[in-house]
């Protein structure tokens, strides 16, 4: 069984940053792609990024990119996600997650699967 867990959040001014961290455990990172999406209170769930392991492509939303990088320290099962120049519209809880693409012109969708509790984000304006 894997188990995700993020963590790394908090208050920031806008402008400012953060670093969440995923620990990952239970299964080889080799099995499935890892990605992050956000939700924000009475919003839909967004896809920030997907990181897909059969593409060795990671995809950003638009609404992140430029701002936002992910890396992965593959032996610790760890993933973290870099968060710069934030926005108050970045205001969410975050979790990171088993991910999918979907290519659909004239971009990508993400599809999420198995998560664990996530950790929240504010950005102050």
């Known amino acids: 069984e894997v188990q995700l867990q993020a963590s790394g959040g908090g208050l920031v001014q806008a402008g400012g940053s953060l670093r969440l961290t995923c620990a ?3 299964r080889t990172r080799d099995d499935y792609s890892i990605g992050w999406f956000r939700q924000a ?3 839909e769930r967004e896809g ?3 990181i897909s392991r059969s593409e060795e492509t990671t995809y950003y939303a638009d609404s992140v990119k430029g701002r936002f990088a992910v890396s992965e320290d593959i032996a ?3 993933v973290y996600l870099q968060m710069s120049n ?3 519209e970045d205001t969410a809880v975050y979790y990171c997650a088993a991910c ?3 290519h659909e012109s004239p971009g990508v969708k993400f599809t999420f699967g198995f998560h664990g509790q996530g950790t929240q984000v504010t950005v102050s304006s």
């Open 24 to 26: 990952a455990s239970g």
């Open 41 to 43: 209170p009475g919003k």
């Open 48 to 50: 920030v990024l997907c």
């Open 76 to 78: 610790k099962l760890m």
């Open 86 to 88: 934030l926005k108050p």
């Open 100 to 102: 999918g693409v979907l």
